[in-house]
Protein backbone atom coordinates (compact mmCIF):
# COMPACT_ATOMS: atom_id res chain seq x y z
CA UNK A 1 0.00 0.00 0.00
CA UNK A 2 1.31 3.37 -0.66
CA UNK A 3 -1.02 6.31 1.19
CA UNK A 4 -0.78 9.88 -0.43
CA UNK A 5 -1.57 13.46 1.26
CA UNK A 6 -1.72 16.51 -0.82
CA UNK A 7 -0.86 19.38 0.50
CA UNK A 8 -0.40 23.40 -0.67
CA UNK A 9 -3.69 24.20 -2.19
CA UNK A 10 -6.00 27.40 -1.47
CA UNK A 11 -6.98 30.50 -2.67
CA UNK A 12 -4.98 32.61 -4.97
CA UNK A 13 -5.62 35.36 -7.47
CA UNK A 14 -5.12 34.94 -11.22
CA UNK A 15 -1.68 35.36 -12.16
CA UNK A 16 -0.45 33.94 -9.02
CA UNK A 17 1.32 30.82 -7.90
CA UNK A 18 0.83 27.78 -5.77
CA UNK A 19 3.16 24.63 -5.16
CA UNK A 20 1.45 21.20 -4.48
CA UNK A 21 3.03 18.97 -2.60
CA UNK A 22 2.12 14.89 -2.56
CA UNK A 23 3.24 13.21 0.32
CA UNK A 24 4.11 9.05 0.06
CA UNK A 25 4.54 6.47 2.92
CA UNK A 26 3.98 2.89 2.98
CA UNK A 27 5.68 1.24 0.34
CA UNK A 28 8.85 2.04 -2.00
CA UNK A 29 7.50 5.04 -3.56
CA UNK A 30 10.22 5.53 -5.60
CA UNK A 31 8.94 2.64 -7.80
CA UNK A 32 5.95 4.59 -8.81
CA UNK A 33 5.04 6.97 -11.66
CA UNK A 34 3.15 10.01 -10.28
CA UNK A 35 0.52 12.01 -11.88
CA UNK A 36 -1.31 14.71 -11.01
CA UNK A 37 -5.52 15.20 -11.28
CA UNK A 38 -7.92 17.71 -11.37
CA UNK A 39 -11.82 17.51 -11.33
CA UNK A 40 -13.56 20.92 -11.46
CA UNK A 41 -17.52 21.02 -10.39
CA UNK A 42 -19.64 19.18 -13.19
CA UNK A 43 -16.89 17.92 -14.80
CA UNK A 44 -14.63 14.79 -15.80
CA UNK A 45 -11.35 13.90 -13.95
CA UNK A 46 -8.75 15.48 -16.00
CA UNK A 47 -4.93 14.74 -16.34
CA UNK A 48 -2.51 17.79 -15.23
CA UNK A 49 1.09 16.07 -15.40
CA UNK A 50 3.22 12.90 -14.35
CA UNK A 51 6.87 12.18 -13.52
CA UNK A 52 8.20 8.42 -14.50
CA UNK A 53 9.57 6.89 -11.03
CA UNK A 54 13.54 8.49 -11.66
CA UNK A 55 12.22 11.90 -12.43
CA UNK A 56 13.73 11.50 -16.21
CA UNK A 57 10.14 11.44 -17.94
CA UNK A 58 7.43 14.34 -17.46
CA UNK A 59 4.40 14.40 -19.66
CA UNK A 60 2.07 17.51 -19.40
CA UNK A 61 -1.19 18.12 -20.65
CA UNK A 62 -1.61 20.92 -23.26
CA UNK A 63 -3.63 23.30 -21.00
CA UNK A 64 -0.75 23.78 -18.29
CA UNK A 65 2.19 23.15 -20.33
CA UNK A 66 4.53 25.91 -20.10
CA UNK A 67 2.79 26.81 -16.86
CA UNK A 68 3.50 24.15 -14.33
CA UNK A 69 5.92 21.97 -13.20
CA UNK A 70 6.60 18.42 -11.68
CA UNK A 71 9.22 17.38 -10.17
CA UNK A 72 9.71 14.54 -7.06
CA UNK A 73 12.33 14.02 -4.34
CA UNK A 74 12.79 10.19 -3.60
CA UNK A 75 14.61 10.98 -0.69
CA UNK A 76 11.35 13.16 0.66
CA UNK A 77 9.00 10.39 -1.01
CA UNK A 78 7.47 13.89 -2.48
CA UNK A 79 6.01 15.03 -5.71
CA UNK A 80 5.27 18.47 -6.40
CA UNK A 81 3.34 20.31 -8.59
CA UNK A 82 4.51 24.13 -9.36
CA UNK A 83 2.17 26.41 -10.59
CA UNK A 84 2.58 29.40 -12.20
CA UNK A 85 0.49 31.96 -14.15
CA UNK A 86 -2.46 31.02 -12.63
CA UNK A 87 -6.41 31.16 -14.42
CA UNK A 88 -9.71 30.86 -13.23
CA UNK A 89 -9.97 27.65 -15.64
CA UNK A 90 -7.56 26.09 -12.89
CA UNK A 91 -9.69 25.69 -10.26
CA UNK A 92 -10.47 22.25 -9.01
CA UNK A 93 -9.81 19.59 -6.92
CA UNK A 94 -5.94 18.35 -7.45
CA UNK A 95 -5.34 14.68 -6.97
CA UNK A 96 -2.37 13.10 -6.70
CA UNK A 97 -1.70 9.34 -8.01
CA UNK A 98 0.73 6.83 -7.66
CA UNK A 99 1.09 3.83 -10.55
CA UNK A 100 2.88 1.62 -12.04
CA UNK A 101 2.72 3.01 -15.44
CA UNK A 102 3.46 6.45 -16.95
CA UNK A 103 0.44 7.29 -18.74
CA UNK A 104 -2.47 10.01 -18.74
CA UNK A 105 -4.99 7.28 -17.91
CA UNK A 106 -6.54 8.05 -14.34
CA UNK A 107 -8.03 4.32 -14.18
CA UNK A 108 -4.10 2.69 -14.38
CA UNK A 109 -2.83 4.38 -11.41
CA UNK A 110 -3.69 2.28 -7.91
CA UNK A 111 -3.05 4.72 -5.09
CA UNK A 112 -4.65 8.04 -5.07
CA UNK A 113 -4.42 10.63 -2.54
CA UNK A 114 -7.85 12.45 -0.63
CA UNK A 115 -7.19 16.17 -3.03
CA UNK A 116 -6.80 19.57 -2.64
CA UNK A 117 -8.82 22.57 -3.14
CA UNK A 118 -7.16 25.07 -5.65
CA UNK A 119 -8.98 28.08 -6.31
CA UNK A 120 -7.98 31.11 -8.65
CA UNK A 121 -10.10 34.41 -8.56
CA UNK A 122 -10.35 36.57 -11.33
Known amino acids: QVQLVESGGGLVQAGGSLRLSCAAS????????VGWFRQAPGKVREFVALISWSGDYRQYADSVKGRFTISRDNGKNTVYLQMNSLKPEDTAVYYC???????????????WGQGIQVTVSS
Open 97 to 111: AAGRKETSIATAYEY
Open 26 to 33: GRTFSNYA
